[in-house]
């Protein structure tokens, strides 16, 4: 079954069917205020961050799951029949009306035909100003004069998230809301930063900011009293609950199209003064439209493929790297998952989100990577989750807010609590992402730009990077193999003590990384100092991680190995199976045997399993994977996030083909016509897939914010297409199916343009023939070529 379909043109998903089982959302701002918006037009707003920030409250787990929103009501003022521009929350027989979403980049559009009247609201954010525009126009298809009147509705929420859950006895006194100038604006008292406004681009006639006048008694936002009475109240109060609803009468002529722009920003009346302004004139809302088209044009520019695969050239070219760019941004803060509570940067997702894009957005790439050197510590481990600001002298300065319920702060000597709260992975990511970005970008002297430890001291770059690998190097245990600390990637592995097969694959694919950008350097002491530790680290690999048929996961503190043929449950699993290969630690023979084991043991058309058999029993030697249902998140789900590693190292492996099949199972465009089981959105990756030890197998849940974005992206453009750069230059290495008779992309790199032409005359899975630059013959990596130019790169596969 299906609810929509892609429209590559316009880069757009279009939902056909609103009933979707549920909520596909989207994302709207690309800098400091954003969105998270339903196909149902539901959602909330905050601005930078989602824990202290919030504009616009969100009902999280909610029944239903998607309320409040940022609606649009429309009532016909002759009959008094009302109904919604989004399908929720009115929601219209579906046999009486038609409802279409299309969600774009950074961009929702809700279109309506009900009763002759068309109408469509179009919500974004533009790229230089923090206000939601909502564009929306009402056209009448009747054959008479139609009266109507327009609502606007969306409810404002307190300031931190924990203001808005508890302790309403205090907070319910702290906000207030006042109308003048056309103006609704909403204030937190104790706050002088915290303002809010929401305007239209003409005279309202009439306007409510006390949410339960608009909504009345025992109501909720599907029947609002003022709606269905076809008035707005007039409320305004200091105390209470507060929302946005202006209202506009209109009368349309047959065939006549109104058009109504209203503004919910950020700041004070004055500020709205400003916007409304400048909104007021509508080609000042196309111009800024247009600029949120230009801005994504750009990005994607940088990376486009025709290949004989529809599904991948849709989401590489669109999706994943837009699901990617908004882990960036917003790291794991603000979905309907993640409802705000905490944010700041996790280490580890936010280290290899940032490798993804750093060709489409370079800046953002460095900033993240500075934030991530600020929060290490001398001695080389990552702080796990933390804020940046925590780190910026600007922020830090500022005197901390008073609020009236207690919101506890940490002192900065809280911020380290040891070893014990470490994990093992975080930093290690971080390796490649630093080299990355210089590939890109050409900036070697990055390496020796001085950022401060999050404890004491700085660094340049490049020793950050060496105290890193010099931590995992120290953090071993009785095998020689790196402790699993307090976690590895794998949240719910805790190993108390014990050593983590992936985390030695990790150490030493971070330092082959570090090697190339070593030699680059010249650095030639670390060439010898570095090749000896990747060497001891390969050694240990090879001679305590096999198992005979694949690699062990790792060993508990009290010395049983997990992920073994020995083992009743928990035998194979993904992770240090695909790392020995991505790595390259393992050897050729290994290798194929192990990623054959996985292909066995964990492999189904849905996706590949994490783990197999999933844990039935609880052990706390093992973690806490062992108390979550079967088939649900780490205990043998199809967890996205690792199996585009299990497709670099099918590449590796120069089996095209095996690439392929991980890469079509996982895919989200393949399960368009299968959501009555997949459920979620087709074109974002979820977290996980259900595995096949739960009734519920091939159920997608926790959308968009997963590091399965950009690993995706990673593998489907730099490993099966296999464009990717070195510090030599750029590399074309593809692994493809047999059948694949070639492919072409086109690439932007450091402002020259490449289209790279591969063919396959021979039908071979991988390897290079020969391989042209503007006609002439070349081998090896391709240098940057001059700024400006349009180079031609043909590539023989064979
Ligand atoms: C989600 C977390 O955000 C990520 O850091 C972790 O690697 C995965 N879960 C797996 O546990």
Request: glycine share 10%; aromatic share 12%.
């Amino acid at each position: 079954m299906k609810y929509g379909r892609f429209d590559n043109v316009n880069k757009e998903y279009v939902i056909e069917r609103p009933d979707v089982p549920v909520s596909w959302t989207n994302y709207l701002g690309v800098k400091d205020m954003c969105t998270v918006i339903s196909h149902n037009a539901g959602g909330y707003s905050f601005y930078k961050t989602a824990q202290y920030h919030r504009i616009t409250r969100f009902r999280q787990n909610g029944v239903p799951l998607d309320r409040p929103g940022h609606y649009v009501y429309l009532r016909d003022d002759d009959s008094g029949d009302y109904w919604s521009v989004s399908w929720q929350p009115v929601a219209k027989s579906l046999d009486k009306a038609s409802y279409e979403c299309r969600h774009g980049l950074s961009y929702s559009k809700f279109l309506c035909n009900y009763d002759r009247i068309r109408a469509e609201q179009v919500l974004f954010i533009p790229v230089d100003d923090d206000v939601e525009l909502w564009d929306v126009r009402i056209r009448n298809d009747d054959s008479k004069e139609r009266k109507l009147s327009v609502f606007s509705y969306c409810e404002f929420s307190f300031h931190h998230i924990d203001m808005d859950n508890q302790n309403l006895q205090m907070s319910l006194y702290a906000a207030g809301s006042s109308f003048e100038d056309g103006i609704i604006e909403y204030d937190l008292f104790y706050d002088p930063d915290a303002y809010h406004y929401f305007c239209g681009g003409f005279e309202p006639d009439g306007f409510d900011c006390v949410r339960d006048r608009f909504i009345g008694p025992y109501r909720d936002e599907s029947n609002p009293l003022a709606v269905e009475e076809g008035r707005c109240g007039g409320s305004t109060e200091l105390g209470g609950n507060h929302c946005a609803s202006l209202q506009k009468k209109i009368v349309l002529a047959p065939g006549a199209e109104a058009r109504l722009v209203f503004m919910l920003g950020v700041g004070r009346r004055k500020k709205g003064g400003e916007i409304r302004r400048k909104y007021s004139d509508p080609s000042n809302v196309d111009r800024a439209f247009d600029g949120l088209k230009r801005y994504w044009r750009t990005k994607l520019e940088a990376f486009q493929c025709s290949t004989p695969h529809e599904g991948l050239d849709t989401m590489v070219n669109t999706w994943t790297l837009y699901q990617a760019e908004t882990c960036v941004v917003w790291s794991r803060f603000a979905s309907f998952i993640e409802v705000g509570g905490r944010t700041g940067l996790g280490y580890r997702d936010t280290a290899q989100d940032t490798m993804s894009v750093c060709h489409t957005n370079p800046a953002k790439s460095r900033q993240r990577i500075v934030e991530l050197l600020q929060g290490q510590s001398k001695d080389g481990y990552g702080l796990h989750l933390f804020e940046p600001g925590w780190f910026n002298p600007a922020e830090k300065s500022k005197k901390p807010l008073k609020s009236p319920t207690v919101v506890p702060q940490p002192d900065s000597a809280d911020i380290f609590t040891g070893l014990k709260d470490v994990c093992s992975d975080d930093a290690l990511w971080l390796v490649a992402t630093v080299c990355e970005y210089v590939k890109e970008t050409g900036d070697r002297d990055f390496f020796a730009e001085t950022v401060n430890f999050a404890d004491s001291g700085k660094a340049s770059v490049y020793e950050h990077l060496r105290r890193i690998l010099d931590f995992s190097a120290r953090q071993t245990g009785p095998h020689g193999v790196c402790k699993g600390l307090r976690a590895d990637w794998n949240d719910c592995l805790n190993l108390g003590g014990g050593e983590s097969a992936l985390v030695s694959f990790l150490h030493y694919w971070a330092l082959n990384e570090f090697l190339e950008a070593s030699e680059f350097l010249g650095r030639t002491k670390d060439v010898k100092k570095y090749s000896a530790m990747a060497a001891k680290v390969g050694k240990v690999c090879e001679e305590k991680l096999w198992d005979g048929e694949w690699y062990i996961r790792g060993i508990t503190a009290k010395g049983k190995k997990i992920g073994s043929r020995k083992n009743a449950e928990g035998r194979v699993h993904l992770e240090s199976n695909a790392w020995a290969v991505v790595s390259g630690a393992a050897s050729a023979d290994r290798a194929r045997k192990c990623m054959d084991a996985v292909d066995e043991h964990l492999y189904s058309p849905n996706g590949i399993h994490l783990v197999w058999p999933s844990y039935s029993k609880p052990d706390d030697d093992i973690g806490y994977v062992t108390r979550v249902y079967r088939g649900i998140k780490e205990n043998g789900s199809i967890f996205s996030h690792p199996n585009p590693w299990a497709m670099i190292a099918e590449c590796r492996l120069g089996r095209g083909k095996k690439a392929m099949k991980f890469y079509d199972a996982l895919l989200p465009y393949n399960h368009n016509d299968r959501i009555e089981i997949r459920q979620a959105e087709p074109y974002s990756y979820c977290q996980f897939v259900v595995g096949r030890d739960h009734p519920a197998f091939g159920r997608g849940r926790h959308p968009w914010l997963t590091g399965s974005a950009g690993w995706n992206y990673v593998a489907a453009t730099r490993h099966i297409l296999g464009v990717r750069l070195s510090f030599g230059g750029l590399i074309v290495d593809p692994c493809v199916p047999a059948d694949w008779k070639g492919f072409e992309v086109n690439r932007k790199w450091r402002n020259a343009d490449y289209r790279i032409v591969v063919k396959n005359p021979d039908g071979v899975e991988k390897g290079v023939k020969s391989m042209t630059l503007n006609g002439r013959p070349v081998s090896g990596p391709i240098p940057a070529q001059k700024k400006g130019t349009a180079n031609e790169i043909v590539v023989v596969m064979g």
